[in-house]
T-cell receptor, first 114, second 109 residues
Framework: DVKVTQSSRYLVKRTGEKVFLECVQDMDHENMFWYRQDPGLGLRLIYFSYDVKMKEKGDIPEGYSVSREKKERFSLILESASTNQTSMYLC?????????????FGPGTRLTVL | GQNIDQPTEMTATEGAIVQINCTYQTSGFNGLFWYQQHAGEAPTFLSYNVLDGLEEKGRFSSFLSRSKGYSYLLLKELQMKDSASYLCAVIDSNYQLIWGAGTKLIIKP
């Protein structure tokens, strides 16, 4: 059964802290994605990766960085958290490169920055 | 710019039928997904359309008209567990997924 897991369901951090969000998939998928989801805005792509050590900016990369050292793991880093980064963060993975494949999502991390 | 439009919220009655519309303007088109997302949970895949016409999958059907930039998700025999948000997403010419803001469907007994 397909599975994407995220390190935390809920996280509370203070402004200026460094935040790590971890995502692991067990499906041997090539592609991994980080989104944030805010009410009325839908899913917005932060970063994605088509392969190990590879990363591409999405629509809203400012204030974020990512790391993909292993195929199954894709980390999202907030170098210095700010209150406007309070959001639901969703990780997803899909099968192969640049073909059309459905994305499988993790349960999400609801991050609150105080 | 790229744009996906869906109604923000819809209400329907248990046992009835509801149609959720999605219109899109994107740079290219390589298919359209519908996902279901229950409150506080991850989106899960419902359907994929790339050719015009209706795809039926049990109580759920999805329709696509590429010339009109239009799709709908049809839910029949509504059940209380169908209360969720329904997300429309289009794959553009760069194979990027463009997401709509989602339609919150409320089912009343």
């Amino acid at each position: 059964d397909v599975k994407v897991t995220q390190s935390s369901r809920y996280l509370v951090k203070r402004t200026g802290e460094k935040v790590f969000l971890e995502c692991v998939q067990d499906m041997d998928h090539e592609n991994m994605f980080w989104y944030r989801q805010d009410p009325g805005l839908g899913l917005r792509l932060i970063y994605f990766s088509y392969d190990v050590k590879m990363k591409e900016k999405g629509d809203i990369p400012e204030g974020y960085s990512v790391s993909r050292e292993k195929k199954e793991r894709f980390s999202l880093i907030l170098e210095s958290a700010s209150t406007n980064q309070t959001s639901m963060y969703l990780c997803a993975s899909s099968l192969d490169g640049r073909e059309v494949n459905e994305q499988f999502f993790g349960p999400g991390t609801r991050l609150t920055v105080l | 710019g790229q744009n996906i439009d869906q109604p923000t919220e819809m209400t329907a009655t248990e046992g009835a039928i509801v149609q959720i519309n999605c219109t899109y303007q994107t740079s290219g088109f390589n298919g359209l997904f519908w996902y279901q997302q229950h409150a506080g949970e991850a989106p899960t895949f419902l359907s994929y359309n790339v050719l015009d016409g209706l795809e039926e999958k049990g109580r759920f059907s999805s329709f696509l008209s590429r010339s009109k930039g239009y799709s709908y998700l049809l839910l029949k025999e509504l059940q209380m567990k169908d209360s969720a948000s329904y997300l429309c997403a289009v794959i553009d010419s760069n194979y990027q997924l463009i997401w709509g803001a989602g339609t919150k469907l409320i089912i009343k007994p």
